[in-house]
């Protein structure tokens, strides 16, 4: 008998609540692909020793308390380009809110998630399943809706409320990531607002919100929600419902995230490893998925100006003993070129980096 194929039409929700699913259609088979980067194919690391950064401390009018802050995270940036941030001050019940409503959105019928598909990966509005369908052989088991909400603010029109929510909650993440960015800043030993200004964030920073549901999967060995990769832009917070799937790559190896109750999930993204001149790596994660619950997470990416040219901070830069190493490229032309392509481990940042042999 013929493995079943199933063209992605429709959304992996939908599939996945197919009668009598046993297995994956053979479209979504991953193993072969990404053989090394099966979750099964070697063991997990615990997550314990992630690093964690306490917001209060990062934004108290204690010196010392706000250097030690500094230096934790520049530490997590170094080390790892991942962390864990606590104590941010964005109330639970809206982090609660933003999953629910995205629930709703997910829980929608076809026709009516169709309102709001998209054409183009610049839209501001697109919702769709794996992440470049025009692009792979193979999916990957997710649902996704993204959403442009700044400079200017969009939303889609379903379920009733969700707007709303939606630009609260991205409000809030817009200030916790100004304060982590100028932490950051202050951490390469520059002016707490070098970043900012020079990459134009102030007003015309972009922000996506970008909300993914993740089925339950019948033979989850074998699919993947989302392959390695990392982000564009310069840091990407994170919320999740209570099912872990998220994993992160550090010396490696693949650790497991389980994150601490109403805490955020941070990742460094390519830009801010261009910015510091690769001080700082992007950090390369995946998704894995799971045979018993549905993951719901939301990632909102922060990034400069879609029309800044971003390339080494000058401050950064010594023609002799540190020369720039990537080539300045316009934001809004990497992030079309990334999801324009194939998502595969920092492919597009590679083609941005000098070669040191030229």
Known sequence: MAPIIIQPAITVK?????PNLKSIPSNYDNSAIYPSD???SHPLHHSNSIPTVDFSLLTSTDPHQRSDAINCLNKACQDWGFFMVVNHGIPE???????????????????EKKEFEGKHVMDPIRCGTSFNTSKEKVFFWRDYLKV?????????????GYSDIMLEYC????????????GISQGLGLEECYLEKSLEMKKSGFQIFIANYYPCCPQPQLALGMPPHSDHGLLTLIIQNQVGGLQ?????????????PNSLLVNTGDHLEIFSNGKYKSNVHRVVVNNTSPRISVAVAHGPSLEAIVSPASPLVH???????YVPMKYKDYMELQQSNQLHQKSILEQVKIDEGN
């Open 38 to 40: 099966s979750p099964v």
């Open 14 to 18: 939908t599939l996945s609540e197919s």
């Open 319 to 325: 023609s002799e003993s540190n020369p720039p190493a």
């Open 148 to 160: 442009f909400v700044h400079p200017h603010f969009h939303s889609p029109s379903k379920p009733e």
């Open 248 to 260: 992160v790559q550090h010396q490696g190896k693949w650790i497991h995230v389980n994150a601490l």
């Open 93 to 111: 019940n809206l982090m609660k809110a933003v999953i629910d409503g995205t629930q709703g959105f997910f829980n929608m019928t076809e026709e």
């Open 171 to 182: 409000k809030k993440s817009r200030q916790v990531a100004k304060e982590l960015l100028g």
